[in-house]
């Protein structure tokens, strides 16, 4: 079986001219740089901080931390800081993901401090 | 003559009752939380019903159950931890939607053991059921994934059970048009090409009234849309459609290892539920 012969004026247009060629080229370059701009902000989204806090009953505040891909908050930084934004007590997430305070007589909110860029707030009035 | 007339009425009384259109809909094991992503936790019920979901009739009688527990684990570094839920069910009578009522169960589940973010994986081990009409027992090992917070655990990890179906998709975290997938599993192992069922919990439970409430939110023109009947394929994988948002039961049909049971065929069957959301 062959296949028909294309008109030579098809020929051309299918072809890059010069121009096309460099326009393409660029248009390649461009798209790549796109994509190379793009990449860590979609590795962002894709690696959400999450926190989430209890009032234990006792005085204190339990916090809960870790990421929406499943990883580990182990290690990373929790910070309860006043409404005003004075900070009360700065301290790691244990082996659990877990870091607890005593719970401020003020308005409070706790920050979640992971990996860079990655930083998640908890405010006090939504403890449950 | 009496007699071939005595017989052939009675052939034709049973030819009518074989061709009365009957609700073609599946037996499913129904392990119900009410809503599959919770943002914060908070503290839960759990119905647990033996029924024809689409319908919402007819009820099977339930037994006691052999086992109930939930698997949880918060993040992949975490050790899972189980939770032996069976003391806490109570028997109720559940009513169809045709009004006959059966038993069932329910489980609260308190806030302190539903306030930590990750994967809950609830697990029924029901007692066999049998089934007159096909003389045999079907006995359903029933799985259902909750999760708090959006943290994600052990919602991908088999669990053990005989016959189960492993997720391959969160089956909390799913769009209405989307597709859920997952493996067919007995005793650890895929299942190729096993029978699978496919149905919309077409009618909303109502928890307080144990019975369903409302006009069904789903019809179906044809039986062959009540229940969907699919196959997996030679891996044991399948892939179903989530055309609309609400609960969606996976039945994976006499997989399990146990055939028989007090001398009669035993159909262990794997089960999942699947919520879709829909995207508003």
């Given at each position: 079986?062959?296949?028909?012969?294309?008109?030579?004026?098809?020929?051309?247009?299918?072809?890059?001219?010069?121009?096309?060629?460099?326009?393409?080229?660029?248009?390649?370059?461009?798209?790549?740089?796109?994509?190379?701009?793009?990449?860590?902000?979609?590795?962002?989204?894709?690696?959400?901080?999450?926190?989430?806090?209890?009032?234990?009953?006792?005085?204190?505040?339990?916090?809960?931390?870790?990421?929406?891909?499943?990883?580990?908050?182990?290690?990373?930084?929790?910070?309860?800081?006043?409404?005003?934004?004075?900070?009360?007590?700065?301290?790691?997430?244990?082996?659990?993901?877990?870091?607890?305070?005593?719970?401020?007589?003020?308005?409070?909110?706790?920050?979640?401090?992971?990996?860079?860029?990655?930083?998640?707030?908890?405010?006090?009035?939504?403890?449950? | 003559?009496?007699?071939?007339?005595?017989?052939?009425?009675?052939?034709?009384?049973?030819?009518?009752?074989?061709?009365?259109?009957?609700?073609?809909?599946?037996?499913?094991?129904?392990?119900?939380?009410?809503?599959?992503?919770?943002?914060?936790?908070?503290?839960?019920?759990?119905?647990?019903?033996?029924?024809?979901?689409?319908?919402?009739?007819?009820?099977?009688?339930?037994?006691?159950?052999?086992a109930l527990y939930v698997?949880?684990?918060?993040?992949?570094?975490?050790?899972?931890?189980r939770?032996d839920l069976?003391?806490?069910?109570?028997?109720?009578?559940?009513?169809?939607?045709?009004?006959?009522?059966?038993?069932?169960?329910?489980?609260?589940?308190?806030?302190?053991?539903?306030?930590?973010?990750?994967?809950?994986?609830?697990v029924?081990?029901?007692?066999?059921?049998?089934?007159?009409?096909?003389?045999?027992?079907?006995?359903?090992?029933?799985?259902?994934?909750?999760?708090?917070?959006?943290?994600?655990?052990?919602?991908?990890?088999?669990?053990?059970?005989?016959?189960?179906?492993?997720?391959?998709?969160?089956?909390?975290?799913?769009?209405?048009?989307?597709?859920?997938?997952?493996?067919?599993?007995?005793?650890?192992?895929?299942?190729?090409?096993?029978?699978?069922?496919?149905?919309?919990?077409?009618?909303?439970?109502?928890?307080?009234?144990?019975?369903?409430?409302?006009?069904?939110?789903?019809?179906?023109?044809?039986?062959?849309?009540?229940?969907?009947?699919?196959?997996?394929?030679?891996?044991?994988?399948?892939?179903?459609?989530?055309?609309?948002?609400?609960?969606?039961?996976?039945?994976?049909?006499?997989?399990?290892?146990?055939?028989?049971?007090?001398?009669?065929?035993?159909?262990?069957?794997?089960?999942?539920?699947?919520?879709?959301?829909?995207?508003?």
């Amino acid at each position: 079986m062959t296949f028909p012969l294309q008109h030579p004026a098809e020929v051309r247009s299918a072809r890059l001219t010069a121009k096309g060629y460099r326009m393409h080229r660029l248009q390649v370059l461009g798209l790549l740089a796109l994509v190379i701009g793009v990449a860590p902000t979609s590795q962002v989204l894709a690696h959400a901080p999450i926190i989430a806090c209890f009032d234990n009953g006792d005085g204190t505040v339990t916090c809960e931390a870790g990421y929406s891909d499943g990883a580990s908050s182990k290690g990373q930084t929790a910070r309860v800081l006043l409404n005003d934004q004075r900070l009360v007590e700065e301290g790691k997430f244990d082996e659990d993901g877990t870091f607890t305070f005593a719970k401020p007589k003020e308005g409070f909110y706790v920050e979640f401090e992971g990996d860079p860029s990655h930083l998640a707030t908890f405010y006090g009035e939504d403890l449950s | 003559m009496r007699r071939p007339i005595a017989k052939l009425c009675l052939t034709l009384t049973a030819m009518t009752i074989v061709a009365m259109p009957l609700p073609v809909s599946a037996h499913f094991q129904m392990l119900y939380p009410g809503k599959s992503a919770l943002q914060p936790g908070r503290p839960l019920e759990i119905l647990m019903v033996f029924t024809h979901p689409f319908h919402g009739a007819p009820t099977m009688e339930m037994g006691e159950p052999e086992a109930l527990y939930v698997v949880r684990q918060r993040g992949d570094d975490a050790e899972p931890e189980r939770l032996d839920l069976l003391p806490a069910i109570q028997a109720v009578s559940w009513h169809g939607t045709d009004e006959a009522a059966e038993r069932a169960f329910r489980l609260e589940v308190a806030a302190k053991d539903m306030r930590s973010m990750g994967d809950y994986v609830f697990v029924l081990e029901p007692a066999p059921y049998y089934e007159a009409t096909e003389d045999k027992f079907i006995q359903q090992f029933t799985k259902t994934i909750v999760n708090v917070g959006g943290v994600p655990g052990n919602w991908d990890q088999p669990v053990g059970l005989p016959a189960e179906i492993r997720p391959l998709d969160k089956p909390y975290a799913n769009w209405a048009g989307g597709v859920f997938r997952g493996v067919v599993l007995a005793g650890g192992e895929p299942v190729p090409f096993a029978e699978i069922e496919v149905e919309y919990m077409a009618h909303e439970p109502d928890p307080d009234g144990n019975g369903w409430v409302g006009a069904p939110r789903l019809t179906a023109p044809t039986p062959s849309l009540e229940a969907l009947s699919i196959r997996a394929d030679a891996s044991g994988t399948f892939v179903v459609g989530l055309p609309k948002a609400g609960w969606w039961g996976i039945a994976a049909l006499d997989v399990g290892p146990v055939k028989e049971h007090e001398g009669k065929a035993l159909s262990q069957d794997a089960v999942i539920w699947v919520e879709a959301t829909a995207i508003e």
